[in-house]
């Protein structure tokens, strides 16, 4: 089952409700959802019954988690849960749900277009836009603060950095001087926003140029919290951390004059670990393209390697590419 997208187990659970259930859940979601959905339904063959149990047994845990959560807040829900469940599953439950919850608030801001988002809060105190953001998706989140004046900029991302919760009364604080209409929310005595793992996303996301000057003055102003940043990221540089399998597959996957133009900016120790790692021949017509490139602006290249690290980041959020970034991996049997 561990082997299952999110999106695969949610098919599962819709097929084990039948046709008709499943016809008024669809009622509920949008088109992309409903879409996507009926996609995974589509490509499911057979799954064995153990699976299924698996699934549907781990979807019950998170609607009665949901539930305590809702009718009696976090502390409420983790006294419940540790009984029922001890205090690891309770602990893995709750961080599961307070995720999906923190999704169904702010819904407008992931589908606005960032430029209408921009306009909204560029006024605002960097407190407000940091929280904004942190409900915003990393690639909105990204744009806009590398549009923010360079000193709100920094700002923000430390903000967004060292945000661990927020109570729902101040999010509907700013809900209104945004004068928003948004969706209920939940009565959960607090929601986790923001954060070391977010602000990582964001910067991932983020031009080049924009990602060094934000690290250069963080360093200046908190060296551990950029540190801790840095840590979670995935840069262009970082190719050096990847076996060669996971070198092998993104090179198959990139485009080639986008791998040409990042060598011409790359240095030594990445060039050599992507060149060993290719055929004779690939190499052989790499090199001969660097050769016959000239006056290639930073900016250029900084794109070409960006666009190949978002490829890295695809491999690995759909599973094919691994990538560790120090410390020993821990595998479950």
Known sequence: MSALTEAQKAATIVISLGSETAAQVYKFLSEEEIEKLTYEIAKIQKLGSEDVEAILSDFYSLCLTQKVVTEGGVNYARTVLEKAFGAQVAASLLERVTRSLKTKAFEFIR?????????????????????????ARSDQASTIIA??????????????????????????QVEKVLERKFASMVSTDFMEVGGINYIADVMNHIDRSSEKYIFDE???RDAKLADEIRKKMFIF??????????IQSFLREIDSK?????????????????????SQRMGETVRSDMEYLHNV??????????????????????????ISKGGKDEFID
Do not use: C, H
């Open 297 to 322: 602006r930073m900016r250029d290249v900084e794109e070409a390697q960006q666009r190949i690290v978002a490829v890295i980041r695809k491999l690995e959020e759909e599973g094919e590419i691994i």
């Open 147 to 172: 549009e923010l004046p360079k000193d709100v900029r920094i700002e923000v991302v430390e903000r967004i950095a060292k945000m661990d919760r927020t109570s729902p009364e101040i999010v509907n």
């Open 237 to 246: 540089e970082d190719i050096v951390l990847l076996d060669s399998m996971a």
């Open 218 to 220: 963080l360093y200046k």
């Open 111 to 135: 589908k606005a277009d960032y430029k209408n988002l921009m306009t909204t809060i560029q006024n605002e105190n960097p407190q407000t836009i940091a929280l904004v953001l942190s409900y």
């Open 258 to 278: 986008d791998l040409v133009v990042a060598l011409k900016g790359a240095n030594q120790e990445v060039a050599d670990i992507i060149f060993q790692n290719m």
